[in-house]
């Protein structure tokens, strides 16, 4: 169409969005340097795959595909519901976290209230909270890249309807812990909702000082979890809220009607009855972060310690870590960058399988020695 100012049409908050700029993929990799082995630590997806035990049950669910998904996922809500002690009416189902984070900002604001969360966390909640026109109050983390709780609750004013708090958090790897959780929630008050995205909850859980939030019964916390970091379920977009029947009902009723797909609530059933597959997931993590702590300390990297799947480094400063990330590719090593989460000077590596820690500490001695580090 000729001369048209099509950019009129759009609403500023949709303009001043950047459209999502993924990892590169493994097979662009090879095209663009083909490197001798390909070891994508970019997105903290599972390097063990998935459980075995999912892919019949997706097959078996193919023969439905015909049909429209149960818009409810009643299975999967019900074992979901035994297995973190609540009841159904509690859980909603999504495309994964990030569409019921979507969820939430569309069901629970009026025009003039605000969110507040951290500067440094998850990219999807600042996304959708603009897409909503949702004014988002970024509060700094504190020097070790931790929420601050305190300075949060500070932050909290009459128009605040929500509190977005990933714990433990993505890009950083840290998290609050119970006394600094049990803390704020006395000085949050009862009309604002408190969400908490556990995406990682699987690998944090046994860790002494981290909150469980669903073992608080608050009547204004949300628990967000998904199947796509230790399920390894990323490909197939779902994941679950747990909360007060109060507020479930109402994101309910704004759900995309039927998602999750027929074979993502099959996968998720299957996924969640292997245990032993997440057990092997969570030692594999836990053995790759001591490797990698060791490695960063003989190299006097600067790091920050991570009860999650990613452990995130700290370099010079944004010339560095676009550097280090680029001479990282072209061997192979697809790490993330997370200047769009709002630290553009660190880069996070999902925590692989001992091979593709090898692989990663062979790479970094290589491109080190460029001087490209220090
Ligand atoms: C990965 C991640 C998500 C997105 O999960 P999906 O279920 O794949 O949408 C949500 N929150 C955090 C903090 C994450 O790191």
Redesign the pocket.
């Known amino acids: 169409m000729a001369n048209m100012d099509d950019r009129s049409l759009v609403p500023h908050n949709i303009r001043d969005l950047s459209p999502y700029v993924a990892g590169k993929t493994i097979a662009e990799v090879e095209a663009e340097y083909d490197p001798p082995q390909i070891s994508k630590l970019a997105s903290?997806e599972n390097r063990l795959g998935c459980s075995s035990h999912v892919q019949a049950q997706v097959i078996k669910a193919m023969q439905e595909i015909q049909d429209y998904p149960d818009p409810v996922s009643r299975q999967l809500r019900e074992v979901l519901a035994e297995q973190n002690n609540v009841s159904p009416e509690n859980i909603i189902v999504g495309a994964?976290?990030?569409?019921l984070i979507a969820n939430l900002c569309r069901t629970f604001f009026l025009n003039n209230e605000e969110a507040i969360t951290a500067n440094a966390t998850?990219v999807?909640f600042f996304v959708q909270a603009n897409i909503r026109g949702i004014s988002l109050k970024k509060v700094p983390v504190t020097n070790d890249y931790r929420y601050d709780l305190d300075a949060i609750a500070e932050a909290i004013s009459e128009r605040t309807k929500m509190v977005y708090i990933?714990n433990p958090n993505?890009p950083t790897g840290t998290y609050v812990t119970k006394s600094e959780f049990e803390r704020f929630m006395r000085k949050v008050p009862k009309d604002a909702i408190v969400v908490m995205?556990e995406?990682?909850f699987e690998f944090a859980r046994d860790v002494s000082d981290y909150p469980h939030s669903l073992d608080y019964e608050f009547d204004n916390v949300i628990t967000?979890r998904?199947f796509?970091?230790a399920y390894g379920l990323?490909g197939f977009?779902i994941?679950y809220g747990i909360g007060p029947e109060h507020l479930v009902s109402e994101m309910s009723k704004t759900k995309l009607t039927f998602e999750p797909t027929t074979p993502a609530q099959a996968a998720a059933l299957a996924a969640l009855g292997d245990t032993a597959f997440l057990k092997k997931s969570r030692d594999v993590v836990i053995e790759g972060k001591k490797r990698l702590y060791k490695f960063f300390e003989k190299h006097n990297v600067d790091y920050v310690p991570s009860i999650s799947n990613s452990v995130m480094m700290v370099l010079a400063d944004e010339e560095q870590a676009v550097a280090f990330t680029q001479a990282m590719l072209e061997e192979g090593v697809i790490l993330r960058r997370i200047n769009a989460f709002g630290l553009p000077s660190c880069v996070r590596i999902t925590i692989g399988r001992e091979h593709e820690m090898k692989h990663f500490e062979r790479s970094f001695e290589k491109v080190a020695d460029t001087r490209i580090l220090r």
């Not at 994964?96 to 569409?99: A, F, K």
């Open positions: 903290n994964g976290s990030e569409s998850f999807g990933a993505n995205d995406a990682y967000l998904t796509s970091k990323a977009r994941g």
